[in-house]
Nanobody, 123 residues
């Protein structure tokens, strides 16, 4: 069973960059499908990016070309590099993991979740 903890959130101006990290304990992330999600109050959690055990990635259309998901199996850590940030990227960001995932960008596909890290993008 994986326990996940996100870090790296913060406040940044439009056009800036942030790198989020998600460290896992309790199990080896290399065995899992991994995803980044985000949520703003009153809205459903939105899939942002996902990566499979073999490294196949998928992205929401809204972040393609700006965000990059990656993982370091040796460090048991998942990353989300966010460039060219926009105000609409402001949200709480969560990492998620599960052994088998039917829809990589679907919240319902994942069992294990971190507690989130806040990203604020201002003009």
């Amino acid at each position: 069973q994986a326990q996940l903890m996100e870090s790296g959130g913060g406040s940044v101006q439009t056009g800036g960059s942030l790198r989020l990290s998600c460290v896992a304990s309790g199990d080896t992330l290399s065995n899992y499908c991994l995803g980044w999600f985000r949520q703003i109050p009153g809205k459903e959690r939105e899939g942002v990016a996902a990566i499979s055990p073999d490294g196949t990635t998928s992205y929401a259309d809204s972040v393609k070309g700006r965000f990059t998901i990656s993982k370091d199996n040796a460090k048991n850590t998942l990353y989300l590099q966010m460039n060219s940030l926009k105000q609409e990227d402001t949200a709480m960001y969560y990492c998620a993991a599960d052994i088998r995932v039917m829809s990589p960008l679907s919240e319902a596909s994942y069992l294990y979740w971190g507690r989130g890290t806040q990203v604020i993008v201002s003009s």
